[in-house]
């Protein structure tokens, strides 16, 4: 199976901030990966696909690049909605694992 | 609208057995591959398992493989999830989520909760 990790495990920013997220796998997944939102007792919320694809509907602050094993997600400029935490999943084989996730809060 | 909701958890004794159903609405059930994923309380999301359009194809993470099986009724709009000889560590919030492409979740359900524990 395909591992997936993410640093950091959680990060601390102000309003305004551009905070980026990596996420490696630990074989080439070319460009097979969903990044997702998931706030306190909600279901996740997929924002970035195929790698570097915004979702309908999403906020163009949030992008993400990468290919291959190595992966950032970015949020340009960090807003009080956007505390929650941060899932990278990879799709090139099933299971289709996820990072252990990034917690993101306001300083 | 899409509308995913989740039914059938609760509380079981470990070795007991549970089916989780998924009630579909607003889109073409039959057209998309369907998935579980769960997560533990204050854990992080595990991806257990997905079906494609026709019921054909199923996979699922290994540490549930023959113990849960996925399935659908597509003239019914519904997914399941018949989960059998439970243990504590498959406590957890139990989604379903529409699959595009097979392989990105875009909806969600709300979650049921399976509580494994004598």
């Known amino acids: 199976d395909i591992q997936m990790t993410q640093s950091p495990s959680s990060l601390s920013a102000s309003v305004g901030d551009r905070v980026t997220i990596t996420c490696q796998a630990s074989?080439?997944?070319?460009?097979?990966l969903n990044w997702y939102q998931q706030k306190p007792g909600k279901a996740p919320k997929l924002l970035i696909y195929?790698?570097?694809n915004l979702e309908t509907g999403v906020p163009s602050r949030f992008s993400g690049s990468g290919s291959g094993t190595d992966f950032t997600f970015t949020i340009s400029s960090l807003q009080p909605e956007d505390i929650a935490t941060y899932y990278c999943?990879?799709?090139?084989?099933?299971?289709?694992?996820f990072g252990p996730g990034t917690k993101v809060d306001i300083k | 609208e899409v509308q995913l909701v989740e039914s059938g958890g609760g509380l079981v004794q470990p070795g007991g057995s549970l089916r989780l159903s998924c009630a579909a609405s607003g889109f073409t059930f039959s057209s998309y591959w369907m998935s579980w994923v769960r997560q533990a309380p204050g854990k992080g999301l595990e991806w257990v398992a997905n079906i494609k359009q026709d019921g054909s194809e199923k996979y699922y993470v290994d540490s549930v493989k023959g113990r849960f099986t996925i399935s659908r009724d597509n003239a019914k709009n519904s997914l399941y999830l018949q989960m059998n000889s439970l243990r504590a560590e498959d406590t957890a919030v139990y989604y379903c989520?529409?699959?595009?492409?097979?392989?990105?979740?875009?909806?969600w359900g709300q979650g049921t909760l399976v509580t494994v524990s004598s």
């Open positions: 989520a529409r699959d595009r492409r097979g392989v990105i979740s875009d909806y």
């Open positions: 074989q080439d997944i070319s460009n097979y």
């Open positions: 195929d790698a570097s």
């Open positions: 999943q990879q799709y090139d084989n099933p299971p289709f694992t």
